[in-house]
């Protein structure tokens, strides 16, 4: 492909993409009424969703964070893409095909790095997946995968392949497809050998580790060979490049998040293989991370589909093997679990048997009956530290006592404090005021920790005018019906021409009201065409935020609003005019007086009119 993706074909994507459906791939979206849609902001923590989406304008804005846009800038800023991979990825979205103009010189540009990237890697899937359906080499991983529990269906379902045990085979395969040595090896597919470029991953089995979008961004893969004749890792997965950051990317997750929103819940398990039996034995909310501990990343990920804040509430149950490492994992995920809203469980399998394992030997519903059987996280870190003392002595209890009542004190929810000191005294067969005592001492003890802030860098805000500011809700108003109704305001807009701009209070609002007019001619004004980046916002900003009327916005509604705000400023012309009048003397300054007189009498019957188209919009 060559130059630039063409103007027109920007602008038929940015109007047919659907932006209430791309963004639902990251953010659990709700209806707010009014055709608005609204979830947890993406870009900053939040506890209430403040992300506003509006379909029919193709806008998003967040309150919180002030950041929005329309469909492309979505996508680029949460997917970090350039300008052109966003449409690209968005013309694939809708199966669009986009034109290119030639560049001053004819030459021809690669398309952008990510979208050349995702497509090596799909490429790379399939060539994986027909390994091992076909190939010789890939009998032992068959046949592990059929030991597991996994069939041809579960294999095909899941994208399982076989990286084939030579130096360079898929390397040659996709080098026969156009892409080059050094996009294989950005993309982690291929490396460097003494004799050239080979494959990074030879003679294992292959998992596809897809985005949330569904885009194949990395691979994991398990080793097949004897320790003897390969030293590598048991488990090797892609190592960080530009279209993969584990830390960011749960496996599962992209056949996952439609269970997760709808059931509220995520459950999370270790490995691949764990990731396949949950699904196949009906747990179809499971998700793994790749190769790194669950972390801030993932929470944040897991938040926006669980809708994990005041209003909706969810559950995150981590499971475990029942080993020491798996219960030191466990308590590792206690001090993540602060920043959850929703409840947090682990389900334990006390044979020490993972997930897959499980399946295995004991079947589905022993699966499904050990996810139903979990315990509340905060009560597993205490029991498991209670199990390290003996309780059936006083020294033993004593000495639980003080190692499990700071844990109870680190619980940030105040409200479930006293429950667990009470369970505690409970366990330990002491006296509630005792581990009360303990549970203070320890939280006094405890070092002080700062409020929690985004790590997002907030637009400085101090231009703009307050949603909810009494004396500025009408000039909000109709500018908000203005962006949003403009076909309301009569033939060639002139309801909106009759409002003077000084109507306008606020500085942010007769600058808006300026853009409006400079793009007069601009049918519609849309996003791009506004160069200031305060104005940007502030347009997405009305753009999405409903309109305060009650039903349908109508021409009537529109008219009154309109006539109001002219009234509101003929009524302050009119109290300063009367000030003028209190000072002037009617026989020393006649004539002045008598003209003044005439203009009030004139504003007077304007405002009375005004008044009354206003009220008829009630």
Known sequence: MSGRIKDEDVAYIRDRAPIDEVVGDYVQLKNAGG????????????????????????????????????????????????????????????????????????????????????????????????????????AHGRDLLTKRGFDKAACQHFGVGYAPDEWDALTKHLRAMGYTIEELEVGGLSKMGQRGPIDKFRNRLMWPIRDISGDVVGFGARKLASDEEDQGPKYLNTSETPIYKKSQVLYGLDIAKKEIAKKRQAVIVEGYTDVMAAHLAGITTAVATCGTAFGADHIRILRRLLMDDDSFRGEVIFTFDGDAAGQKAALRAFGEDQKFVTQTFVAVEPDGLDPCDLRQQKGDLALRDLIARRVPLFEFAIRTELSHHKLDTAEGRINALNAAAPLVAQIRDKSLRPEYTRLLAGWLGVEVEIVSSAVAQGAKNRPATRVEESTETLVDNAWRPEPNEARLILEREVLKARIQEPNLFGASNILWKEIEATEFTHPAYREIRSVIDSKASETPLTIELIENVNMKALYTELAVEPIRADGKVTEHYVASIVARLREVAISRAIAELKSSLQRLNPVENEIEYNAAFAQLVALESARRALHDVALGGL
């Open 35 to 138: 055709g608005q849609k609204k979830g947890l902001c993406p870009f900053h923590d939040e506890k209430s969703p403040s992300f506003h989406v509006t379909p029919s304008k193709g806008y998003f804005h967040c309150f919180g964070c002030q950041t929005g846009g329309d469909v492309i800038a979505f996508l680029m800023k949460i997917d970090h893409l350039s300008f052109a991979e966003t449409v690209e990825r968005l013309a694939d979205r809708i199966g669009y095909t986009l034109r290119y103009e030639e560049g001053a010189s004819g030459a021809s540009a690669p398309a952008g790095q990510r979208s050349r990237l995702i497509s090596a890697h799909l490429e790379a899937a399939k060539f994986y997946q027909e390994q091992l359906n076909t190939s010789p080499g890939a």
